[in-house]
């Protein structure tokens, strides 16, 4: 498949069409309905788009599917609850500035209910389905968006990250989330969950177009592909990995030299970043009606009600001396890093438990709270493996080093996309 930058020049050059790109990505989506990661497909706007453009831009012609928490204009904005019914009423900031770069919006993607979770289980249309196995779950929340870059429905597809959401998705799927540092593109219009956390991010196929994307969208500078210092976190809570996921995290360490860094203290920056997201999403919930949300999401609404205000009011402070940790970390490497998820992709069976999944979701979220905590910039790259996807994380002090180390790894470890189309 072309990258961003060949569309985009051959579009501007004339040598391909943007009405054939449309249509090439309609059919795709299409094909792969069954998967459930297109939520709503504007067919016709994205003709009328396509007919009218001006063959100009960073992502002239460019396919894209945005998430569905996210607002644009006159199509549904539902968030993925059967308890919300409404239209986008005005394009959100990212909307804005990828029509600006000359991108064709042509759907909504599916999403966990109001990004309320990390499984891409619950949304009003039922579970998203992993391209690589459509019994198992994509992860979320911006499930949609990571499952329909494997399945080649797009090459961009927009996403939030507030615990994660961009990069649990992306490692379970095999392809790229770049969480740029925070309000790198503001998120405003954008549902919010918890706005200390909220970040607006994107999903492709490798690393080189997450970088080339962000370019475009106005939040990555110039940077080179040195060979970087890298760390990696020796923290024991972020290597309780599965047979499968350690064997490709294992070989992956064997091509390339790192140092042994220690993060800030596991348990004491979940709980910190918890305690800032729970009262944030209740006060984003309050007034509205509960009757039709899903399950888990009203279970977790539940929990977050009992965070005390002298809790939120210590997760303030404590976020600020956990960040000055990792920022002296980051003094010493370009970035640490970890493994992104401690699995492969469960089984969407595995969600439905009595727990709520609770197993499963302490696998999902277990590793990339500390940069939403902490506002730094994070990618998740696949790693080469024989099996279901595994991801690596990089979490760096600046989008530009989090960009340089994310395309030099993919160089390194020989990823190859691995798209299911």
Known sequence: ??????????????????????????????????????????????????????RSGALAGVPVLVKEIVEVE???????????????????????????????????????????????????????????????????????????????????????????????????????????????????????????LDHVGVLTRTAADAAYALTALGGLGAFELLEPRLGVATNPEYLQLTAEARLAWSAALETFDALQVQLPDWSHSFTTAANLQGPEAVANHAGRSRDRYQPDVLQRLREASAVQPADYTRAQEDAVAI????????????????????????????????????????????????????RHAAVSIPLPTDGLPVGLQIIAASNEKAAAVACWLSDRLGCQPDSTS
């Open 1 to 54: 498949m072309r990258t961003l930058e060949e569309i985009a020049a051959g579009v501007r050059d004339g040598s391909l069409d943007p009405v054939e790109l449309v249509e090439e990505a309609v059919a795709r989506a299409a094909d792969a309905a069954e998967l459930n990661a297109v939520v709503h497909l504007d067919v016709e706007g994205a003709r009328k788009a396509a007919a009218a453009h001006d």
């Open 74 to 196: 006159g199509l549904p904005y539902r968030c993925g609850s059967a308890s919300m019914d409404e239209v986008g009423r005005k394009d959100a900031e990212v909307v804005r500035r990828l029509r600006a770069a000359g991108a064709i919006i042509i759907g909504l993607s599916h999403t966990h209910e109001y990004a309320y979770g990390c499984t891409g289980t619950s949304n009003r249309v039922g579970p998203c389905r992993n391209p690589h196995d459509p019994a198992r779950m994509t992860g979320g929340s911006s499930s949609g968006s990571a499952a329909a870059v494997a399945a080649g429905v797009v090459p961009l597809a927009i996403g939030t990250d507030t615990a994660g959401s961009v990069r649990i998705p992306a490692a379970l799927c095999g392809v790229v989330g770049f969480k740029p540092s925070y309000n790198t593109i503001p998120a405003d219009r954008v549902f919010p969950l918890s706005q200390s």
């Open 323 to 374: 960040t000055r940790q990792l920022d002296a970390v980051l003094q010493q490497v370009d970035a640490v890093l970890t493994p992104t998820v401690l699995t492969t992709a469960p089984l969407i069976t595995e969600a439905t438990t009595a727990d709520g999944g609770l197993e499963v979701r302490k696998q999902l979220l277990n590793n990339t709270r500390l940069a939403n905590l902490t």
